[in-house]
């Protein structure tokens, strides 16, 4: 008897035992958003920050939306989370839907809703500072001049409240690299195209493929946020 009581004692624990770490491997359900800050499109069309989820990847995905609210615009999107036991960040844009997004402050939710068995929610919200973004774009060509410099386009974007900063552009041409600047551009949610001289002390540049590196940058609020672009132009005779 004492034998029997001790082997059901053992089998207990071991039941009992098992029960906790299942229990322990649950996979919990949240959401939460990791930035305070937000990222402006330039057209005012959107806003990006980064939240983190936490859910099993075994689960079916009801929903998972991220809305944002200002005085003027709000909008409301998808997002595709990462699934698994730790959190993972995740970056998700929310688009305007109505009016169009300004730098300030807005009021941000991301919700997740998944289906095991029975539907689970987990949802957070935060107020985020929506910080201004500028697009810089670099024509894909640069016409050769007379005198050995280029000129070359640079488009420039950037939303309503911030204030343009001018900026610059680099060539590299095989041994021969030069600088040029340009001024501001006006910031109201519309490309501004600006055409750049660039000329080198190390001597003329020649017809073929060149890198090139734009920047320009804006303020907003006191603080300054740049933007830029990189890639390979041709350079052709004018």
């Not at 029960?19 to 959401?31: F, G, I, K």
């Not at 800050?37 to 075994?58: K, N």
């Not at 009801?62 to 200002?70: G, H, K, L, R, Y």
Request: contains cysteine; hydrophobic residues 40%.
């Amino acid at each position: 008897l004492t034998r029997r009581l001790m082997v059901i004692g053992v089998v207990g624990l071991l039941v009992g035992g098992g029960a906790q770490v299942a229990s322990a491997h649950r996979t919990p359900l949240s959401v939460e958003i990791v930035s305070d800050q937000s990222s402006l499109a330039p057209d005012g069309s959107s806003m990006t920050f980064v939240i983190s989820t936490v859910c099993d990847r075994t689960w079916t995905i009801v929903e998972a939306s991220v809305s944002a609210t200002q005085p003027q615009a709000s909008g409301t999107g998808p997002f595709s989370p990462t699934c698994g036991r730790i959190p993972y960040n995740v970056q998700v844009t929310v688009p305007a839907t109505s009016g169009t997004f300004q730098t300030g402050s807005a009021d941000v939710t991301a919700r997740l809703v998944v289906q095991q068995g029975r539907s689970k929610r987990a949802q957070d919200s935060a107020t985020l500072r929506v910080r201004p973004d500028v697009s810089v774009v670099l024509a894909d060509q640069a016409v050769l001049e007379g005198d050995g410099a280029v000129r070359i386009d640079v488009t420039v974007t950037c939303p309503m409240s911030a204030v343009g900063q001018g900026g610059d552009v680099t060539i590299y041409n095989g041994q021969v690299a030069g600088t040029g600047t340009f001024g501001p551009t006006r910031c109201d949610t519309f490309p501004h195209t600006v055409s750049v001289r660039v000329a080198s002390s190390e001597g003329p540049f020649r017809v073929g493929s060149a890198e090139a590196l734009a920047s320009a940058s804006v303020t907003e609020g006191g603080d300054v946020f740049p933007g830029g672009d990189f890639r390979t132009i041709q350079i052709v005779a004018a």
